[in-house]
């Protein structure tokens, strides 16, 4: 029941009616006997800054933010946690005393899904596909974490060569189009591939990123952040190839966990969140 002492709690977003994070985090809440909600809340981009100072107003503990907003929210945040300074995005709102800060939960999340694959890190190469909050945390993670190597891929040399600019730590990081010699190279060395576009989304899931699947090295694991569907068209396209995949149903539950810990400060019930997700998917 829903009470005046509620605390409430939303996922900023456009659209957001894929987003399981709902479903997650109440499940969350209950199976801690927390009065806590949490509820989708569809915002369009001209509308950010009105909805920021809602959430203040309304009385909101936090909130999640997602695509196409978690770099457009930072200037209208009162503070920023360092992990969102690192990465250059935001995906987690805390609200204190009047006051939100933005976090950013992507990075470590990402760091976390491998983590729980086995997958290590240490003096390896990635290739990832998006300009993105969503890739600027996953890049910012993995230099973090003993990454050899990254290269950028987006539709513009431009966009990509202006994202590896804006990176801390960017000696790592190279980037341009998909269609130069340089990134089919990349491809060809690359132990990680990942998703951090919005491509093949269940609302935009016609589209894939133009990957030569001949130049991919042939024991690269193949990651998506997307988790609606599950199988992804890249994914399908890479088990087709024989390729290791993960999708983003890990990433989901590891970077809305320690979301779960900042607004709530107890330790979040991963199984009780993963068999909410398993059951959607």
């Not at 005046?4 to 659209?15: E, V």
């Not at 979301?259 to 059951?279: C, H, N, Q, Y």
């Amino acid at each position: 029941m829903i009470t005046g002492n509620t605390k409430i709690i939303g996922i900023l977003g456009s659209p957001v009616g894929h987003s399981l994070s709902p479903v997650m985090h109440n499940a969350a809440f209950e199976a801690l006997a927390l009065d806590y909600r949490y509820i989708p809340l569809p915002v369009a981009p001209e509308q950010l800054a009105a909805a920021v100072h809602g959430l203040k107003s309304m009385g909101f503990v936090g909130a999640n933010v997602t695509i196409p907003h978690k770099v457009t929210i930072m200037p209208y945040l009162d503070e920023l946690d360092p992990s969102a300074q690192l990465a250059g995005a935001v995906n987690t709102l805390v609200i204190k005393q009047g006051k939100c800060i933005g976090y950013n939960t992507d990075a470590q999340g990402f760091i976390q899904s491998l983590a729980t694959k086995n997958i290590r890190l240490q003096g390896k190469t990635a290739v990832i596909l998006g300009a993105g909050g969503a890739a600027r945390a996953v890049a910012c993670g993995l230099v973090g974490h003993g990454i050899a190597s990254i290269m950028i891929g987006t539709r513009s040399a431009v966009k990509a060569e202006a994202f590896v600019e804006s990176i801390p730590g960017a000696t790592k990081l190279q980037g341009c189009d998909w269609d130069q010699p340089l990134f089919v190279e990349a491809l060809t060395q690359c132990d990680l591939l990942i998703n951090c576009t919005p491509l093949g989304m269940k609302s935009n899931s016609v589209v894939v990123p133009p990957i030569n699947w001949q130049a991919v090295n042939k024991t690269a694991i193949v990651c998506d952040v997307v988790y609606t569907p599950p199988l992804t068209p890249l994914l399908a396209m890479a088990e087709q190839h024989g390729h290791v995949t993960i999708n983003g149903a890990g990433m989901l539950i590891e970077q809305g966990a320690l979301a779960f810990e900042l607004w709530t400060g107890k330790s979040a019930p991963r199984d009780i969140m993963r068999v909410a997700v398993g059951t959607l998917l």
